[in-house]
T-cell receptor, first 115, second 114 residues
Framework: AQSVTQLGSHVSVSEGALVLLRCNYSSSVPPYLFWYVQYPNQGLQLLLK??????LVKGINGFEAEFKKSETSFHLTKPSAHMSDAAEYFCAVTLSSGSARQLTFGSGTQLTVLP | DAGVTQSPTHLIKTRGQQVTLRCSPK?????VSWYQQALGQGPQFIFQYYEEEERQRGNFPDRFSGHQFPNYSSELNVNALLLGDSALYLCASSRRNPRNTEAFFGQGTRLTVV
């Protein structure tokens, strides 16, 4: 079984400031981890993924995340926030073993970017 | 490439009715998964189809059923609708192999049950 906890349902940052969105996971086997972004009334868009290669993963729009096994974390960061980053962000986990791709999502973090 | 397409985009139904939602996967994808996203929550896995069979199922009642066609498109059916079924229903497609390919999501169908 696997689960995801996103700390902070709402995060506000000023434009140009560091963005840090937290994600901790629980998994019985080595996980695959993902960050998705959702804009209002839209589906989910993949930002980045960890699939057991490099622990520091770079994604689209300047986002990156680091897989830390000892801390069971996969926090999302961006050095400088832009107004267009305002959206809801979801961390998700799936098992690396087996053949199915059932994603388990966290409850999401709403990011607000202040001018 | 049109990506994952879902229809309809919005739907209003009455309690007790039945609804069918449709999904066409991204070109080259053979696996379709359905998720329910209630307002203010993360998506929850309903079930996954591959080779026209349900392969995995989440914690959803039998009122939720599905189908996959030979062209890999899929339908989600919900019977005896409840007010609590109101949600955004998301379809995701992926390739069975290799396993480290990501799932692509459609825009979703917003279902409102009144």
């Amino acid at each position: 079984a696997q689960s995801v906890t996103q700390l902070g349902s709402h995060v506000s940052v000023s434009e140009g400031a560091l963005v840090l969105l937290r994600c901790n996971y629980s998994s019985s086997v080595p996980p695959y981890l993902f960050w998705y972004v959702q804009y209002p009334n839209q589906g989910l868009q993949l930002l980045l993924k960890y699939t057991s290669a490099a622990t520091l993963v770079k994604g689209i729009n300047g986002f990156e995340a680091e897989f830390k096994k000892s801390e069971t974390s996969f926090h999302l960061t961006k050095p400088s926030a832009h107004m267009s980053d305002a959206a809801e962000y979801f961390c998700a986990v799936t098992l690396s073993s087996g053949s199915a791709r059932q994603l388990t999502f966290g409850s999401g973090t709403q990011l607000t970017v202040l001018p | 490439d049109a990506g994952v397409t879902q229809s309809p985009t919005h739907l209003i139904k009455t309690r007790g009715q039945q609804v069918t939602l449709r999904c066409s996967p991204k070109s080259g994808h053979d696996t379709v998964s359905w998720y329910q996203q209630a307002l203010g929550q993360g998506p929850q896995f309903i079930f996954q189809y591959y080779e026209e069979e349900e392969r995995q199922r989440g914690n959803f009642p039998d009122r939720f059923s599905g189908h996959q066609f030979p062209n890999y498109s899929s339908e989600l059916n919900v019977n005896a609708l409840l007010l609590g079924d109101s949600a955004l229903y998301l379809c995701a497609s992926s390739r069975r192999n290799p396993r480290n390919t990501e799932a692509f999501f459609g825009q979703g169908t917003r279902l409102t049950v009144v």
